[in-house]
């Protein structure tokens, strides 16, 4: 089996590469526009340890460029599309709304197209959490109404409206992942996780608390996602269009998770609290017990596991 990842020099993209280099016999063609979001060094890195596995290919390509993608369809048997490539980050979508039409929306679409012409069953794409805007019906269930509070969040929320619609068109499956959170190593600089463990370490570095603290998220830790969307990628199960929250139903306080930071990397960084950001949403906490149900049992990770194994992480790479 050969799997296209987009987006495979990203966070998940990388994560779940490697996972099922190393779990399973599948050949794995990454491709990732290497944008300069956040450093492009850990991209790189990424896209390095991955090289490690003799079944991985990789080529700088946008998903936009139809041309491209076109070539690569034409080399390779691609049997399954994972799209994880995305303009990501809540708060940029205020500053750079253009990024995230093209990459998300537009992008989107461009592997849809190519997918149908190379006779693509599958495609299994990420959504978000922040599609349930400031919603207070907790546990967020996937079938409640969703409405968007920025155009991250809607671009996300026109994947899932495009998937539904070419799941009936074409003869295309698709399988929407709603992420909580994810965090874990070779975690994204631009979140708070990694953004405080950068602060803890490096004193010129100021931590900004936004609400003051009162956010609260349902962290889910990294390897618990890949094993989820192995499961997705192998299940026999006859599938249209379906759409799971990927979360640990295990909803944390950022100050609570700030504690046990500090005390796992026996640091205190000031705190520089602020307001409520704009496009922030103050809570998620979402059920997971449709995709439990889809893919049979799978635990999750406690915070405390993730977090040691995250701190470890951080100060192995960034050699501290
Ligand atoms: N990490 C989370 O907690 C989280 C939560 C909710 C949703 N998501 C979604 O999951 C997906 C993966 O997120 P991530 O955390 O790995 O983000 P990431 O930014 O680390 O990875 C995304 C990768 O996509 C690449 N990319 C962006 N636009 C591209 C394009 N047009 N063509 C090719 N590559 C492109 C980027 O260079 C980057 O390496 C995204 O869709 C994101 O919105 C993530």
Known sequence: MQILITGAAGFIGFNLAKYLLRTSNAKIIGI?????????KLKKDRIKELSKFKKFSFSQTNIINKRKLEKIFKIKKINLIINLAAQAGVRYSLEKPSEFVDNNIQGFYSLIDIANKYNI????YAS???????????????NQNVIPK???????KINEEMAEVFSRQYDISFVGLRFFTVYGEWGRPDMFMMKYLASSYDKKINFYLNNYGKHTRDFTYILDA????????FTKKKINHEIFNICSNNPKKLTDVIKKINFLTQKKPKLFKRKLQQADVVKTHGTNKKIKS??????????????KIT?????????I
Do not use: A, M, R
Request: net charge positive; hydrophobic share 30%.
């Open 226 to 233: 890949c094993k989820i969307i192995s499961k997705l990628v």
């Open 150 to 156: 920025n155009i991250y969040s809607l671009s996300k």
């Open 128 to 142: 978000s959490s922040s599609i349930y805007g400031d919603s207070k019906k907790f546990p967020l269930k996937e």
């Open 32 to 40: 990732d526009s290497l944008n300069n979001y956040y450093s492009k």
């Open 311 to 319: 701190v470890e992480w951080f100060k192995h790479y960034y050699k």
């Open 121 to 124: 069953k599958k495609i299994i």
């Open 294 to 307: 889809f893919i049979g049992n799978q635990s999750f990770t406690s915070l405390d596991d993730g977090l």
